[in-house]
Protein backbone atom coordinates (compact mmCIF):
# COMPACT_ATOMS: atom_id res chain seq x y z
CA UNK A 1 0.00 0.00 0.00
CA UNK A 2 1.34 2.78 -1.43
CA UNK A 3 2.08 6.13 1.54
CA UNK A 4 -0.95 8.53 -0.02
CA UNK A 5 -2.98 5.47 0.31
CA UNK A 6 -2.25 4.75 3.80
CA UNK A 7 -2.71 8.50 4.63
CA UNK A 8 -5.98 8.74 2.91
CA UNK A 9 -7.45 5.67 4.89
CA UNK A 10 -6.13 7.19 8.39
CA UNK A 11 -7.66 10.50 7.60
CA UNK A 12 -10.74 9.00 6.61
CA UNK A 13 -10.48 6.57 9.74
CA UNK A 14 -11.12 9.66 12.12
CA UNK A 15 -14.80 10.97 11.33
CA UNK A 16 -15.82 6.88 11.69
CA UNK A 17 -13.70 6.92 14.98
CA UNK A 18 -15.14 9.83 16.41
CA UNK A 19 -18.87 9.20 15.36
CA UNK A 20 -18.10 5.74 17.24
CA UNK A 21 -17.24 7.56 20.48
CA UNK A 22 -19.96 9.83 20.71
CA UNK A 23 -22.32 6.55 19.83
CA UNK A 24 -21.18 4.67 22.91
CA UNK A 25 -23.80 3.71 25.47
CA UNK A 26 -21.82 5.33 28.29
CA UNK A 27 -22.24 9.49 26.24
CA UNK A 28 -25.90 8.63 25.80
CA UNK A 29 -26.19 7.43 29.29
CA UNK A 30 -24.14 9.85 30.88
CA UNK A 31 -26.28 12.97 28.66
CA UNK A 32 -29.57 11.60 29.73
CA UNK A 33 -28.76 11.40 33.42
CA UNK A 34 -27.69 15.38 32.93
CA UNK A 35 -30.89 15.38 31.16
CA UNK A 36 -32.94 14.10 33.95
CA UNK A 37 -31.05 15.86 36.78
CA UNK A 38 -31.43 19.27 35.09
CA UNK A 39 -35.22 18.87 34.67
CA UNK A 40 -35.31 17.73 38.22
CA UNK A 41 -33.41 20.60 39.21
CA UNK A 42 -35.44 22.99 37.53
CA UNK A 43 -39.07 21.48 38.91
CA UNK A 44 -38.67 20.21 42.10
CA UNK A 45 -37.47 22.74 44.49
CA UNK A 46 -40.57 24.85 43.34
CA UNK A 47 -43.07 21.95 43.07
CA UNK A 48 -41.44 21.50 47.05
CA UNK A 49 -41.96 25.14 48.24
CA UNK A 50 -38.34 26.04 48.32
CA UNK A 51 -37.46 29.28 48.39
CA UNK A 52 -35.34 30.74 45.17
CA UNK A 53 -32.64 32.13 47.40
CA UNK A 54 -32.44 28.94 48.69
CA UNK A 55 -32.06 26.47 45.05
CA UNK A 56 -32.71 28.78 42.36
CA UNK A 57 -34.06 26.82 39.57
CA UNK A 58 -31.85 26.31 36.08
CA UNK A 59 -34.03 28.97 34.74
CA UNK A 60 -33.15 31.58 37.36
CA UNK A 61 -29.71 30.86 37.58
CA UNK A 62 -29.76 31.39 33.34
CA UNK A 63 -30.98 34.51 34.05
CA UNK A 64 -28.93 35.51 36.47
CA UNK A 65 -26.38 34.89 34.19
CA UNK A 66 -27.14 37.33 31.96
CA UNK A 67 -27.44 40.02 34.49
CA UNK A 68 -24.29 39.06 36.13
CA UNK A 69 -22.59 39.14 32.46
CA UNK A 70 -23.99 42.79 32.22
CA UNK A 71 -23.36 43.97 35.75
CA UNK A 72 -20.43 42.32 37.39
CA UNK A 73 -17.89 41.87 34.94
CA UNK A 74 -18.74 38.72 34.44
CA UNK A 75 -16.06 38.12 32.00
CA UNK A 76 -13.28 39.65 33.23
CA UNK A 77 -13.79 37.75 36.48
CA UNK A 78 -13.97 34.61 34.88
CA UNK A 79 -10.43 35.55 32.83
CA UNK A 80 -9.34 36.22 36.07
CA UNK A 81 -9.62 33.32 38.06
CA UNK A 82 -8.90 31.48 35.01
CA UNK A 83 -5.93 32.94 34.56
CA UNK A 84 -4.40 32.69 38.34
CA UNK A 85 -5.78 29.31 38.13
CA UNK A 86 -3.31 28.00 35.82
CA UNK A 87 -0.66 30.20 36.45
CA UNK A 88 -0.60 28.93 39.94
CA UNK A 89 -0.48 25.31 38.77
CA UNK A 90 2.18 26.17 36.66
CA UNK A 91 4.36 28.05 38.86
CA UNK A 92 3.63 25.11 41.67
CA UNK A 93 3.74 21.91 39.74
CA UNK A 94 7.03 23.16 38.27
CA UNK A 95 8.85 23.59 42.09
CA UNK A 96 6.95 20.54 43.18
CA UNK A 97 8.71 18.60 40.17
CA UNK A 98 11.98 20.54 40.81
CA UNK A 99 12.20 20.06 44.23
CA UNK A 100 10.78 16.02 44.08
CA UNK A 101 13.76 15.16 41.48
CA UNK A 102 16.06 17.12 43.43
CA UNK A 103 15.81 15.41 46.68
CA UNK A 104 15.37 12.43 44.96
CA UNK A 105 18.97 12.70 43.71
CA UNK A 106 19.85 12.26 47.25
CA UNK A 107 18.64 10.21 50.24
CA UNK A 108 20.87 12.57 52.82
CA UNK A 109 18.91 15.66 51.72
CA UNK A 110 15.66 13.91 51.51
CA UNK A 111 16.39 13.11 55.33
CA UNK A 112 17.13 16.24 56.19
CA UNK A 113 14.21 18.18 54.38
CA UNK A 114 11.79 15.43 55.03
CA UNK A 115 10.26 16.95 58.51
CA UNK A 116 10.04 20.28 57.03
CA UNK A 117 8.21 19.48 54.27
CA UNK A 118 5.99 17.19 56.14
CA UNK A 119 5.08 19.98 58.79
CA UNK A 120 4.16 21.66 55.76
CA UNK A 121 2.21 19.55 54.08
CA UNK A 122 -0.16 18.44 57.32
CA UNK A 123 -0.60 22.50 57.55
CA UNK A 124 -4.18 23.25 56.42
CA UNK A 125 -2.71 25.53 53.52
CA UNK A 126 -5.69 27.41 53.38
CA UNK A 127 -5.00 29.26 56.29
CA UNK A 128 -2.46 30.53 55.22
CA UNK A 129 -4.38 33.21 52.48
CA UNK A 130 -5.11 35.76 55.53
CA UNK A 131 -0.98 35.73 56.05
CA UNK A 132 -0.50 36.75 52.82
CA UNK A 133 -2.87 39.49 52.44
CA UNK A 134 -1.17 40.86 55.61
CA UNK A 135 1.95 40.45 53.39
CA UNK A 136 0.63 41.60 49.97
CA UNK A 137 -2.62 43.37 50.59
CA UNK A 138 -5.72 43.29 48.78
CA UNK A 139 -4.49 42.02 45.15
CA UNK A 140 -4.02 38.62 43.20
CA UNK A 141 -0.60 37.94 45.08
CA UNK A 142 -2.52 35.89 47.85
CA UNK A 143 -4.44 33.86 46.01
CA UNK A 144 -1.27 33.16 43.66
CA UNK A 145 0.34 31.96 46.66
CA UNK A 146 -2.24 30.01 48.00
CA UNK A 147 -2.69 28.23 44.83
CA UNK A 148 1.10 27.69 44.42
CA UNK A 149 0.86 25.64 47.71
CA UNK A 150 -1.53 24.04 47.14
CA UNK A 151 -0.29 22.73 44.01
CA UNK A 152 2.99 21.70 45.03
CA UNK A 153 2.63 18.70 47.91
CA UNK A 154 0.83 16.60 45.31
CA UNK A 155 3.55 16.86 42.46
CA UNK A 156 6.46 16.74 44.86
CA UNK A 157 5.04 13.73 46.92
CA UNK A 158 4.35 11.54 44.05
CA UNK A 159 7.67 12.80 41.99
CA UNK A 160 9.75 11.84 44.60
CA UNK A 161 8.10 8.67 45.60
CA UNK A 162 8.60 7.55 42.03
CA UNK A 163 12.25 8.58 42.36
CA UNK A 164 12.68 6.12 45.28
CA UNK A 165 11.34 2.95 43.21
CA UNK A 166 13.66 3.68 39.75
CA UNK A 167 15.08 0.71 39.07
CA UNK A 168 18.74 0.80 40.81
CA UNK A 169 19.99 -1.93 38.55
CA UNK A 170 19.38 -0.14 35.61
CA UNK A 171 21.16 3.59 37.35
CA UNK A 172 23.71 1.07 37.66
CA UNK A 173 24.45 -0.30 34.25
CA UNK A 174 24.36 3.37 32.88
CA UNK A 175 26.71 4.06 34.84
CA UNK A 176 28.67 0.96 33.94
CA UNK A 177 28.51 2.75 30.38
CA UNK A 178 29.98 6.20 32.02
CA UNK A 179 26.48 8.03 31.14
CA UNK A 180 26.38 11.53 33.11
CA UNK A 181 24.16 11.86 36.07
CA UNK A 182 22.35 14.32 33.82
CA UNK A 183 22.02 11.19 30.75
CA UNK A 184 20.92 8.79 33.34
CA UNK A 185 17.87 11.35 34.48
CA UNK A 186 17.01 11.68 30.93
CA UNK A 187 16.90 8.27 30.29
CA UNK A 188 16.07 6.09 32.69
CA UNK A 189 14.85 8.33 35.73
CA UNK A 190 12.62 10.87 34.02
CA UNK A 191 10.89 8.46 31.93
CA UNK A 192 10.60 6.15 34.41
CA UNK A 193 8.58 8.87 36.82
CA UNK A 194 6.76 10.08 34.18
CA UNK A 195 3.66 8.55 34.67
CA UNK A 196 3.79 9.72 38.69
CA UNK A 197 4.46 13.00 37.36
CA UNK A 198 1.20 13.20 35.44
CA UNK A 199 -1.17 11.44 38.44
CA UNK A 200 0.47 14.45 40.35
CA UNK A 201 -0.61 17.51 37.95
CA UNK A 202 -4.13 15.58 37.17
CA UNK A 203 -4.64 15.70 41.30
CA UNK A 204 -2.80 19.08 41.33
CA UNK A 205 -5.30 20.80 38.82
CA UNK A 206 -8.47 19.75 40.05
CA UNK A 207 -6.60 21.37 43.86
CA UNK A 208 -5.69 24.72 41.54
CA UNK A 209 -9.24 25.91 41.47
CA UNK A 210 -9.81 25.51 44.99
CA UNK A 211 -6.67 27.94 46.18
CA UNK A 212 -7.71 29.89 43.66
CA UNK A 213 -11.34 30.23 45.09
CA UNK A 214 -10.06 30.32 48.78
CA UNK A 215 -7.64 33.59 47.87
CA UNK A 216 -10.35 35.47 46.05
CA UNK A 217 -13.26 34.57 48.67
CA UNK A 218 -10.87 35.56 51.91
CA UNK A 219 -9.52 38.91 50.39
CA UNK A 220 -9.72 38.95 46.51
CA UNK A 221 -11.69 42.11 44.88
CA UNK A 222 -12.26 40.41 41.47
CA UNK A 223 -12.51 36.45 40.20
CA UNK A 224 -15.45 33.78 40.14
CA UNK A 225 -14.47 33.23 44.57
CA UNK A 226 -15.18 37.41 45.08
CA UNK A 227 -18.60 36.92 43.16
CA UNK A 228 -19.24 33.97 45.35
CA UNK A 229 -18.78 35.73 48.48
CA UNK A 230 -20.74 39.49 46.86
CA UNK A 231 -23.93 37.05 46.07
CA UNK A 232 -23.34 35.30 49.41
CA UNK A 233 -23.55 38.42 51.24
CA UNK A 234 -26.30 39.56 49.17
CA UNK A 235 -28.48 36.11 49.45
CA UNK A 236 -28.08 35.72 45.71
CA UNK A 237 -27.98 32.05 45.47
CA UNK A 238 -28.46 31.95 41.97
CA UNK A 239 -24.93 33.94 41.44
CA UNK A 240 -22.98 31.53 43.83
CA UNK A 241 -24.84 28.65 41.64
CA UNK A 242 -23.22 30.26 38.81
CA UNK A 243 -19.85 31.13 39.74
CA UNK A 244 -19.67 27.68 41.50
CA UNK A 245 -20.17 26.01 37.70
CA UNK A 246 -18.05 28.73 36.24
CA UNK A 247 -15.22 26.89 38.66
CA UNK A 248 -15.86 23.84 38.06
CA UNK A 249 -15.81 24.09 34.07
CA UNK A 250 -12.42 25.79 34.44
CA UNK A 251 -11.20 23.05 36.53
CA UNK A 252 -12.81 20.58 33.85
CA UNK A 253 -10.71 22.27 31.26
CA UNK A 254 -7.37 21.96 33.21
CA UNK A 255 -7.77 18.19 33.86
CA UNK A 256 -8.97 17.60 30.38
CA UNK A 257 -5.79 19.42 29.00
CA UNK A 258 -3.75 17.21 31.30
CA UNK A 259 -5.44 13.92 30.61
CA UNK A 260 -4.89 14.80 26.62
CA UNK A 261 -1.01 15.35 27.52
CA UNK A 262 -0.48 12.39 29.36
CA UNK A 263 -2.53 9.79 26.27
CA UNK A 264 -0.16 11.42 24.58
CA UNK A 265 3.21 11.05 26.89
CA UNK A 266 2.21 7.97 27.75
CA UNK A 267 0.69 5.74 24.71
CA UNK A 268 3.25 3.50 25.12
CA UNK A 269 2.08 1.46 28.63
CA UNK A 270 -0.76 -0.93 28.09
CA UNK A 271 -4.01 0.04 29.30
CA UNK A 272 -6.50 -2.08 31.34
CA UNK A 273 -9.61 -2.50 29.97
CA UNK A 274 -12.60 -3.85 31.51
Not at 46 to 52: D, N, R, W
Amino acid sequence: MSADATHTEITASRPSRLRTGLLQPHVWMGLAVLVVLLLIWEFLPPALGVPKFIIPTISDMWEELGRMYRRENLIQNFWSTALYTTLGFAIGSALGAALGYLLGFSAFWERVFSPYILALQIAPKVAFAPLFIMWFGYNATPKLLVTVLIVFFPVLVNVLAAMKTVDRDMVNLARAYSLTRWQIFLKIEFPSTLPNLMAGLRISSTLAVIGVTVGELVGGNTGLGFLIAYGGGQANAAMVFNAIVLLTVIGIVLYTALAWAEERLLHYIPKAHG
